[in-house]
C-alpha cells in the first residue's frame, strides 16, 4: 500500500511561509505525477499543484506566483513552498500521485491567521 507523510505545517500570519515536505516510496516518486492536495473546513477536497516525474507543473490559479512545488529525487521527497500566504490557504494539506491512489495520509494543518 502506497504511503505518504505530509509534515511542515503550523499556524503562519497572512503574508507569511511555510514549507511542506512529503515523503513516499521510491517506487512512487519514480512513476508517478506527484501533488499537493488541500481540504478546507466544509469543503471538498482540491488539488493546489502538481508535478511530472518530467518536471512539468501545473498549479492551480488561486497559489499562482505564491507557490512552488519542488522534490528531491534522491529523498523521495517533494516539497512545497508557500509564500505570501493568505487566511484562505487555511486547510489541511494532503500529498499524493496524480491521478489520486486511495490511500491518504494524515495530512498537516496549515492555518493562515493574525
Known amino acids: 500500500q502506497v504511503q505518504f507523510v505530509e509534515s511542515g505545517g503550523g499556524l503562519a500570519q497572512p503574508g507569511g511561509s511555510l514549507r511542506l515536505s512529503c515523503a513516499t516510496s521510491g517506487s512512487v516518486f519514480r512513476t508517478s505525477t506527484m501533488a499537493w492536495y488541500r481540504q478546507a473546513p466544509g469543503k471538498q477536497r482540491e488539488l493546489v499543484v502538481r508535478i511530472s516525474y518530467g518536471g512539468s507543473t501545473y498549479y492551480t490559479d488561486s497559489v499562482k506566483g505564491r507557490f512552488t512545488i519542488s522534490r528531491d529525487i534522491a529523498k523521495n521527497v517533494v516539497y512545497l513552498q508557500m509564500n505570501s500566504l493568505k487566511p484562505e490557504d487555511t486547510a489541511v494539506y494532503y500529498c499524493?500521485?496524480?491521478?489520486?491512489?486511495?490511500?491518504w495520509g494524515q495530512g498537516t494543518q496549515v492555518t493562515v491567521s493574525s
Open positions: 499524493n500521485k496524480y491521478p489520486t491512489s486511495n490511500s
